[in-house]
């Protein structure tokens, strides 16, 4: 039987497992995913298991998607250019370093049909799965991305990965189409302390978390006039990906899988 993890600190809030055992369950695949909590001097020995063909498969998850790749042989382009791996993958005996964060972005947004071509994109964070949604973002063709965090020194450090930033002090707030909440405020039901009663109405309000399903953000950006929506397609996105290249084939999305998500 084949193993699969999703390695991360801390990791117990991971849906990963139960929407890939799904999957392997519904495509009549012998293995097995699993979530595995781990602390960064551990890293190697389990990554180095993926060579030795212990482990099938391992998905990266916050805090480990860059301090990973010096143990990898070969990254893809999207990993390399935004320094970011979640998934790892054994080909040809090379360690191949994945990034699926940004395909799951983008086809999360195309399924909105939210063209962004030309828009002002307004980031709050600069946390883990920040350069995925830059490199998508530039992909989409966006006019201008603007993006504020705490710590001014994490936006600074992606501005060195990505020359078209613009970087706003933490608690301004400037002209936007699209504002993407990328921090962790609102996983505990936590308010994001800034004013968007003079921003206007019709423009996109995007949260990365999903669980709450409605975070205070999105509640606001609602009630204001705008359209929401939350993360659960960008992480069943990236999981779909992660499946194509371990698996060779594309797992179905219906209501179902979305479902077995909710009934936590
Ligand atoms: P990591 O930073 O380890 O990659 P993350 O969960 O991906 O973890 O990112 C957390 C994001 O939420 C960061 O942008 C963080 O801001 P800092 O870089 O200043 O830590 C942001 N964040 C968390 N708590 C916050 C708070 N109380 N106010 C503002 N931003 C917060």
């Given amino acids: 039987m084949k193993k699969y993890f999703v390695i991360g600190n801390p990791i117990n809030h991971s849906l990963s497992p139960k929407l890939h055992n799904y999957w392997l369950k519904e495509n009549k695949i ?48 999207e990993a390399e250019q935004t320094q ?20 799951g972005f983008a086809k999360a947004i195309k399924k909105l049909n939210f063209n962004l071509e030309g828009k002002k994109v307004f980031i709050l964070g600069a946390g883990g799965v920040v350069p995925s949604i830059i490199f998508a973002l530039n992909t989409m063709k966006v006019s201008k991305i603007i993006i504020s965090n705490r710590t001014r020194q994490k936006a600074e450090n992606l501005k060195m990965l990505f020359n078209n930033l613009n ?31 003079n921003i206007g109405n019709d423009k996109l309000f995007y949260d990365v978390i999903y669980n709450p399903s409605e975070t205070k953000f999105l509640r606001e950006g609602r009630r204001l006039g705008n359209k929401v929506e939350n993360g659960k397609l960008m992480f069943v996105y990236q999981a779909y990906e992660a499946f194509k290249l371990w698996h060779g084939l594309e797992p179905e999305i219906n209501e179902h899988t979305l479902k077995i998500l909710e009934d936590d």
Avoid: M, R
Avoid at 34 to 45: A, G, M, R, S, V
Avoid at 85 to 103: A, C, R, Y
């Fill in 30 to 77: 012998d293995a097995i995913y699993d979530k595995k909590k781990i602390e960064e001097k551990n890293l190697q020995t389990i990554i180095s298991k993926v060579k030795e063909k212990k482990i099938d498969g391992i998905n990266v998850t916050v805090p480990f998607k860059k301090v990973v790749i010096p143990f990898l042989d070969k990254l893809s382009i």
């Fill in 167 to 197: 970087i706003l002090e933490w608690g301004k707030v400037e002209d936007f189409d699209v504002i993407i909440n990328a921090t962790s405020l609102g996983l505990n039901n936590e308010e994001i302390n800034l004013d968007f009663s």
């Fill in 84 to 103: 970011s791996v979640n998934t790892i993958i054994l080909k040809d005996n090379n360690l191949e370093g994945h990034n699926t964060d940004i395909t």
